[in-house]
């Protein structure tokens, strides 16, 4: 099987360019594709910081490349982007896309422990194989200087992984996070089928959890939530997170933005604030 990335798409864009690669994934156990967004670059040389960016619920490696813009932000900043589809997909596991939010294009990047759903191990994914990968393919990127982001599920993902590997992430933010797992219904759905009964498991990929054992955080948070996103109370639970963040002292800035709802079009707004925020971070 070809580890390697094969390129299977070019299109250039504010001086740079959205890259697609395809690989086998020793870690998934199947194909897996994934985009990098080169920004224009003025020597072979140079190397750039990376901004991972993990999608939400049903999304693939292209939703965020094709409706951020986070390419403009990232251009004039000279950060790349790393965009991972967010589960195993071609498996044929029996039930993997009877619903939209477990199974296939719902890894919640955690590492299952159930033996059905073995090969959801997009914790391990994100956090080893990629940037390996990264590091011995493309010379123009510094995996050394990374920072993490993302939506929703990925909200979730980015939050929990940079909380357990401080010393591999420059910083982190989110966009409408699941912020408090273990006690809104897509968790819990996840949870059970992907990690069985056992509570304490559960908790190693709940931010508002994680946050009192992993509290020295330097850099600040980033977290913005539309006020009008429809799944805000019951499924995002983003006070939660901030009440934890408050009892440890970590520094979080949580911005409720009035009248914006769950999509891309809340993204594409922001955006540029979370390039600038993480350039910053990646840059000292």
């Known amino acids: 099987m070809e580890t390697k990335p094969t390129e299977i798409g070019s299109s250039k864009m504010f001086g740079g360019h959205n ?56 251009s004039a900043e000279g950060v790349a982007l790393i965009a991972p589809d967010t589960s195993p997909r071609g498996l044929n ?24 759903w073995k090969n959801w191990r997009m914790y391990d994914y994100v956090v080893k194989e990629l940037p390996k990968l990264l590091n011995e393919n493309f010379p123009q990127l510094d995996t050394s200087k990374a920072s993490i982001s993302g939506h929703s599920m990925g909200g979730h993902g980015a939050l929990t992984i940079y909380l357990k590997n401080l010393d591999k992430y420059k910083s982190a933010s989110a966009f409408a996070p699941i912020a408090n797992p273990i006690n809104c219904p897509w968790g819990q759905k996840a949870f059970t089928n992907y990690l069985g009964n056992d509570k304490a498991a559960w908790e190693e990929y709940d931010a508002t959890c994680l946050i009192k054992k992993f509290h020295n955080v330097s850099a600040t948070i980033l977290i913005d939530q539309g006020e009008d996103d429809k799944f805000l109370h019951d499924q995002l639970l983003a006070h939660k997170f901030e009440e934890a963040c408050r009892s440890v002292n970590v520094p979080l800035l949580l911005r409720l933005q009035p009248g914006y709802d769950h999509s891309y079009f809340f993204i594409s707004t922001f955006i540029d604030d979370h390039i600038r925020h993480h350039a910053q971070a990646l840059k000292l």
């Open 19 to 74: 890259k697609r690669y395809k690989h086998f994934s020793p870690t998934l156990g199947c194909s897996m594709t994934f985009h990098i967004y080169f920004p224009p670059s003025s020597s072979p040389s140079h190397k750039f910081p990376i901004l991972y960016w993990l999608s939400g619920l049903t999304c693939t490696d292209e939703n965020f490349i094709i409706k951020s813009g986070a390419q403009r932000a990232a």
């Open 93 to 116: 596991v029996e039930g993997e896309a009877d619903s939209w939010d477990f199974g296939v294009g719902a890894g919640f990047y955690l590492n299952a422990t159930q033996q059905k």
